[in-house]
Every structure is written in structure tokens, then in C-alpha cells.
């Protein structure tokens, strides 16, 4: 790879707590300790394809270590490989690859390098520009914590802390009103943030996509529950969650995304029928994009840091180009972004987390 003297910092798809943790580290480390220029790529990839970005300097990131969101703001639906740029007659959206303009964008403000901070979808555009010469480096964000080959991504734990929050103030209406609590918390496909808040806040149900839930064992559980005098039972059920043979909830189709399934709305499902069936009194609260904001907690700027610092120690290693900044047990690590890209990480049936919510007598809907 040519000597760098400029790199470029975006930050792509949905925002998480952590973003200006790295983006300060970032730029930080790559000026002081490598003598690099940084700039910062506006609204993830879309400022590649439109050609916005600025110029990021230590200034421009001091005072920002706290603060949730992203200062370069993201978009979740600019993947150059696959990019809505009109509409047909009937008003679908027409996509077309874009990955020429980007790489034009690349060479005109010659950029030597990116530091891609996102999820697998993020993962997916770095793959794309990997595939066209340009050196990546990626950093592992989501609340999802469903990126392979990284045992967490930073985000996740202050969602979990928030979600868990959330539903503590929840038990105390579900206690006073002897209801039914039914506590939708996102994840997509993956049950590692509901699987966590659920036992961080003592849930009495778990309903994660990995296990397909029954309806009976999750009426049982709450008329079982007010037999024995405990007049109200939380459900924390994922975003993904859906009964045994039957499919996901989905609250949205946005069809300019690459990925345009919005997942939403199990919840009200699950209220609506477990008061059918079992006469309790329920009610449904979707957490939404609560558990994407606000202040990162410390543990998560810590990851987020540390992430942001191996990246940019990835740059000057020979083997670090095109890889992906992990943890694997405690230790920060590497892996190849095409390995990353448009997967998605579940948890598996022997999870230690699963095995702790069944040895608690948790009802997991199967
Ligand atoms: O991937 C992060 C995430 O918050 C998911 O948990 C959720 O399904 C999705 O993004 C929501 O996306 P949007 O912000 O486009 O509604």
C-alpha cells in the first residue's frame, strides 16, 4: 500500500451510542501519533456518492467523548453497489451502482485510506470499495450485537442499560395494575439485546427470533403466575420474535434501503392475544429508537475507544488493511470485512445467556 497521508472517517447505518467515541480517537490518534489529515465523510456513504466531506481536526473533536449520535451524520440506505437514484413509471425506486462515482470522489480528494464505522451493512459498502482497490478498515458498531467474528460491538451495552431502565419503570404500573407487560426492544434478527435487558430487568418471558415462541407456554406461564399470586408477568420480546411456524411482524418496507424490511409491532400482537386467550388484562410498549440514544455509558466509550485506537494501529500493520477491529474474549483482534458483510450473527441454542434464563425458569416461548 502507497505511504498515507489522508484518511477518510465515516460512520454508516443506523446511529448508536459510541459513534463520537471513535470518530474523536480517530482523528485524534491519526494526527498526533501518524501525522495523517482526516476527513470526515458526511452522512456515511452517501458523502462518498455525493462527494461531502470536511476536513476533521482536533478541535472539531474535543468535547464530543459523551455525546450519543454521530457528528457526521449516517444514512442507512447508501450502499454504492445498490443506490436509489429515481423512481420508475410506477413510482419504485430505480437502483443502479454507484461505485464509480465514489471511487472518483476518492481519487479527487485523495483519500488513502477509510476508517468504515458501522454494522454489516456498513461492512457491505467497505467490502464493495475493497473489491475496487480502495483500503478499508472497519470498526464494529450496532445495538444488534449481531456482527460476526466480534463477541460485542460498542452501542449494545448502553441500549441494554437503557432498555433495562425502561422496563424497571414498566414493573411498577405492571405491579400496581396487575397486568400483563408486554416490552418490544429491537435487535432485528437477533435476540442478544432482548435476551440481555430481559434478564438485566428480571423479565419473566423472553421471546428472541432464535427460538420461535408458542402461545400457550407463554398464557401458562402468566395464569401460572397469578395462581400463585404474582399478579403481573413482564414480556421483553424482540422485534424479531415470531410464533412457532409463523412469520415476523414487520412495521415498515422502505424501499429506497438496501435492506428495506423494518421489523415492528410484535408486541401489540402478543397483547392482543394473550388477553383473547387468557382474559388478563395487557398492555403493549415499544421501546423504538429510545434504545439508539443518549449519552454512551462509560463501558461502551471505553469499547468504542479502544476499537477506534486499534483501528487506527491496523492502518500501519501490514496485515491490518481491509479487516475489521474485533473482540474475541477480552482481546482486541482482527477480521477480513468480506467475512463481516451481510451477515449476521444469532445466538445459538447453547448460549451461556439462554442456559442462565432457563436455569431462572424463564419462559422462552417454547
Ligand atoms: O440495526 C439497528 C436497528 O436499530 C435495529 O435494531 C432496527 O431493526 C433498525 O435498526 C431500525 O432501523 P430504522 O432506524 O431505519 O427504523
New binding site residues.
Given amino acids: 500500500m502507497k505511504k498515507l497521508a489522508r484518511i477518510g472517517v465515516l460512520t454508516g447505518?443506523?446511529d448508536c451510542p459510541g459513534l463520537n467515541a471513535v470518530i474523536r480517537v480517530v482523528t485524534k490518534t491519526a494526527i498526533n501519533k501518524l501525522g495523517l489529515e482526516v476527513l470526515g465523510i458526511e452522512d456515511g456513504f452517501l458523502g462518498l456518492i455525493r462527494n461531502r466531506m470536511h476536513p476533521l481536526t482536533i478541535p472539531d473533536v474535543s468535547n464530543i467523548l459523551h455525546l450519543g449520535g454521530t457528528i457526521l451524520g449516517t444514512s442507512?440506505k447508501a450502499n454504492p453497489a445498490h443506490f436509489a437514484t429515481g423512481k420508475d413509471a410506477d413510482g419504485k425506486p430505480v437502483f443502479e451502482d454507484v461505485t464509480d462515482r465514489v471511487l472518483e470522489h476518492v481519487h479527487e480528494r485523495e483519500i488513502d485510506a477509510l476508517i468504515c464505522i458501522g454494522?454489516d451493512g456498513t461492512m457491505s459498502g467497505a467490502a464493495n470499495l475493497v473489491r475496487h482497490g480502495i483500503p478499508c478498515i472497519g470498526v464494529p458498531k450496532?445495538?444488534?450485537n449481531d456482527l460476526m467474528h466480534t463477541d460485542l460491538t460498542f452501542g449494545f451495552s448502553t441500549a441494554v442499560q437503557t432498555a433495562t431502565e425502561c422496563i424497571d419503570r414498566i414493573r411498577t404500573t405492571a405491579a400496581s395494575h396487575h397486568r400483563v407487560m408486554i416490552v418490544e426492544l429491537?435487535?432485528?434478527n437477533a435476540g442478544w439485546l432482548t435476551m440481555s435487558a430481559g434478564l438485566a430487568s428480571g423479565a419473566d418471558v423472553i421471546l428472541i427470533p432464535e427460538i420461535p415462541y408458542d402461545l400457550d407456554s407463554i398464557c401458562q406461564t402468566c395464569e401460572g403466575r397469578s395462581k400463585r399470586g404474582k399478579r403481573y408477568t413482564i414480556i421483553a420480546v424482540s422485534?424479531g420474535a415470531r410464533p412457532h411456524g409463523g412469520q415476523q411482524v414487520v412495521s415498515k418496507v422502505?424501499h429506497d434501503s438496501p435492506d428495506p424490511i423494518?421489523?415492528g409491532g410484535v408486541a401489540k400482537v402478543l397483547a392482543e392475544e394473550i388477553a383473547a386467550r387468557s382474559g388478563l388484562e395487557c398492555r403493549a410498549t415499544n421501546l423504538g429508537?429510545v434504545q439508539?440514544g443518549g449519552t454512551p455509558i462509560a463501558f461502551d466509550r471505553v469499547l468504542a475507544t479502544r476499537f477506534g485506537h486499534q483501528a487506527i494501529q491496523m492502518l500501519a500493520m501490514s496485515d491490518g488493511i481491509n479487516k475489521l477491529a474485533v473482540i474475541e474474549e477480552g482481546r482486541l483482534g482482527m477480521a477480513p470485512i468480506e467475512e463481516v458483510a451481510d451477515q449476521q450473527r444469532l445466538m445459538q441454542a447453547d448460549d451461556p445467556l439462554i442456559a442462565t434464563a432457563r436455569a431462572l425458569d424463564t419462559c422462552l416461548g417454547d
Fill in positions: 447505518g443506523g442507512n454494522g450496532t445495538i444488534d429491537m435487535g432485528r422485534e422502505v423494518r421489523l429508537h439508539r
